[in-house]
C-alpha cells in the first residue's frame, strides 16, 4: 500500500530508485545518502527543540525543492522521515504521547502567494504514517500568525526572538486546554520560531508543548 502512496525516487535529486522506498532506511539514492547527516540522537535536542537532521545536502535540497519548488511529492517521504525520529528519538519517545499535532503556520500572506503551506503538508502526511499508538489529532489551524514577521535568516539569535514575539497567537484556546501538543516545523536554526509558537500554545492553557523540526541549520 505503502508503495502506492510514496513515489521511488530519491528526495534529494529525483532519481528514481530501484529499491521499494518503505524498504530503505532513507528515502535516498546511492549518491545522495552519504550526504545526509543525521544528528546523534543525543545531539537532537537543543533548549527544548528537537531536530533530526543538519540542514544540508540533499535533504535541504528537498526540503527547497517543497517550499519554493512546489514538489509536494517530496513531502511524504520526508514526513516519513519525522515519523522514524519520533520513534527513535530517546527524549520524544519519552514526551510522548501527544493529543494534538501542529504546525507552525506560514503568514497568510505568504501562504496565499505561494499557494500552499508546506509543513501542513508535512504534518498531514505525518499523521497518516504516525509511528507509534494513537495518531494526534491534527490541528493546522490552532496557531496563526498575528503579524508578519522578517525573514528570520537576516538577524543572527537575539533578534529572531525580538522579531517573533508576540507573532503567534492561539484560535481556540478551548481546543487545546489542558491537551499535549507536539509542534512541528520544516527547518530550525535557533529554535526561536518553535520557542514563540510553544509560548503562545503554552500561554493558551496547553499542558506541554514540544518543538520538532526536520533539519536544523547548524551555526
Ligand atoms: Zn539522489
Redesign the pocket.
Known amino acids: 500500500m505503502l508503495t502506492a502512496l510514496y513515489p521511488a525516487t530519491?528526495v534529494?535529486?529525483?532519481?528514481l530508485l530501484r529499491a521499494a522506498p518503505e524498504a530503505r532506511a532513507l528515502p535516498?539514492?546511492t549518491?545522495?545518502l552519504p550526504e545526509a547527516v543525521p544528528l546523534a540522537p543525543e545531539a537532537r535536542t537543543v533548549a527544548g527543540c528537537t531536530a533530526l537532521f543538519a540542514y544540508e545536502g540533499?535533504l535541504a535540497a528537498a526540503i527547497t525543492r517543497l517550499k519554493f519548488g512546489g514538489d509536494a511529492a517530496v513531502a511524504g517521504p520526508l514526513a516519513r522521515l519525522l515519523a522514524d525520529g519520533i520513534a527513535t528519538t530517546p527524549s520524544l519517545a519519552e514526551a510522548g504521547p501527544w493529543d494534538l499535532l501542529v504546525p507552525i503556520p506560514l503568514h497568510p500572506l505568504r501562504a496565499l502567494a505561494r499557494g500552499f503551506d508546506q509543513v501542513v503538508l508535512l504534518t498531514t502526511w505525518l499523521r497518516r504514517t504516525w509511528p507509534v499508538g494513537l495518531p494526534p489529532e491534527h490541528r493546522p489551524r490552532l496557531l496563526r500568525r498575528v503579524r508578519r514577521t522578517t525573514p528570520q535568516t537576516a538577524l543572527d539569535g537575539q533578534e529572531r526572538r525580538r522579531n517573533l514575539r508576540g507573532a503567534f497567537a492561539a484560535r481556540a484556546p478551548e481546543a487545546l486546554r489542558d491537551r499535549r501538543i507536539l509542534l512541528v516545523d520544516d527547518v530550525t536554526t535557533t529554535g526561536a520560531t518553535l520557542e514563540a509558537g510553544r509560548a503562545a500554545l503554552l500561554e493558551a492553557g496547553a499542558a506541554a508543548v514540544v518543538g520538532l523540526a526536520l533539519l536544523r541549520a547548524l551555526p
Open positions: 530519491c534529494g535529486c529525483g532519481l535516498l539514492c549518491a545522495c540533499p
